[in-house]
């Protein structure tokens, strides 16, 4: 691991110079590579030197892009995948086999949800959920004899509930299971799950880590061991990110620290905003004193990253209509991005869940889900303002 700081590895790590002398690394969009002679070949299939050979295997940027993340999340090792979805079946399928069973949060985005209760299940593979904030007897009691898994997503999406990963780390480790953490919500530069016991990281880097909504990727951090046996399922299902998106990722990554410092700043400033509107019922941010887990926010993240709920009176028939009065933010699926989204997560994102599943995780009909952006915090506001006056 460098010794530098956050902003410096992210800016600094590199691939190694080419002749040609480049300051800014090269995109490396080549299917396959050359060897020096048959003696080469031979070492680099046999694992016995490191290298490259087929860009599905790995590739100057994906490694570079990789390398980056593993110093921020202070792990040994990694991958680059296509999606973000990507990276959560790679992680759960890769390591699970007929017969294991998985423990996780029920707060979870609706694809892993998917994944769980859909996918897993054809191979045999169980799961049980637990509340996010359930008490800790009742997750140790969920841990059976074949639990392979601990999986949460901490801040939840949409809801913005947090699990201490310092408790659950070592309630993984005093049963011998693998403590996994979907980090894309709080982004390595504000919270950095290994360093509670984590033995896995995953990330849709589609979100923050590209920060403007133009690629699509994820990641996968952890102990060399762990990601080796991932390599292998990765090598042979074929997940592999394009060495043009990681190029683009990896040129993200030099600007996380301040985009993210200002992301949770306007972040905070509306959830306050909000709070104090006469148009909404709640609003709910990790750094906002009113989070029930405010002192658990402030212990594991550094800041409370670019996403904030709130509930408009009047429910789902007002909230379309204050959705469709929006001027200047987005309303698309998405967040992360330098522009300012809205999204209905009831209808959207968490629309194939049952009514029953989307309340047990605070998902109502009237939440509204705001990625806060990097405009002019004043800019954000007077949109959401005008769309609620316009939705009365």
């Not at 069973?101 to 996918?119: D, N, P, V, W, Y």
């Not at 990253?305 to 408009?312: A, D, L, R």
Request: net charge negative.
């Amino acid at each position: 691991m460098s010794d530098k700081k956050f902003e410096t590895n992210a800016i600094r790590t590199q691939c190694e110079r080419s002749p040609h002398r480049e300051h800014s690394a090269p995109i490396y969009m080549t299917s396959s590579f050359t060897f020096d002679d048959a003696e080469q070949a031979r070492a680099l299939f046999a694992d016995e030197i490191p290298g490259n050979i087929y860009t599905r295997f790995s590739n100057p940027n994906n490694n570079e892009f990789i390398e980056k993340l593993c110093q921020m999340e202070n792990c040994e090792d990694g991958l680059a995948t296509a999606s973000g979805m990507a990276a959560m079946f790679v992680t759960l399928a890769g390591l699970c086999k007929s017969g294991d069973h998985i423990l996780a949060s029920r707060s979870l985005f609706g694809s892993t949800h998917q994944i769980l209760t859909q996918i897993l299940p054809r191979w045999g593979i169980t799961h049980t959920y637990v509340d996010i904030m359930d008490s800790a007897e009742n997750w140790e009691a969920a841990i059976q004899e074949n639990t392979k898994m601990i999986f949460v997503e901490t801040p939840s999406n949409p809801a913005l509930d947090l699990i201490d990963l310092e408790w659950l780390g070592g309630l993984a480790k005093k049963h011998d299971v693998l403590f996994t953490v979907d980090n894309c919500f709080a982004t390595p530069y504000l919270q950095r799950p290994a360093d509670f016991g984590a033995d896995i990281v995953t990330h849709s880097a589609t979100k923050f880590i590209d920060g403007q909504g133009r690629t699509i990727a994820g990641a996968i951090l952890g102990s060399k061991d762990v990601i080796q046996e991932l390599r292998f399922f990765a090598r042979h299902s074929g997940p592999s990110l394009s060495p043009m998106n990681a190029w683009i990722l990896s040129k993200s990554l030099e600007t996380l620290a301040v985009r993210m410092e200002r992301h949770s700043s306007n972040a905070l400033e509306l959830a306050k905003f909000l709070e104090n509107s006469d148009h909404t019922e709640f609003a709910k941010y990790p750094f906002l004193p009113s989070h029930p887990q405010y002192e658990l926010a402030k212990k594991q993240m550094d800041f409370g990253g670019g996403i904030v709920t709130f509930e408009i009176k009047g429910g789902i028939n007002r909230g379309r209509k204050f959705l469709n009065a929006l001027k200047m933010c987005s309303f698309t699926a998405n967040l992360g991005d330098t522009r300012t989204i809205a999204t209905h997560p009831a209808s959207t994102t968490h629309s194939k869940l049952s009514e029953e599943d989307r309340l047990a995780v605070g998902i109502s009909p009237g939440l509204v889900r705001i990625s806060v952006g990097l405009e002019h915090i004043d800019d954000i506001k007077a949109d959401i303002q005008q769309a609620f006056e316009a939705s009365l």
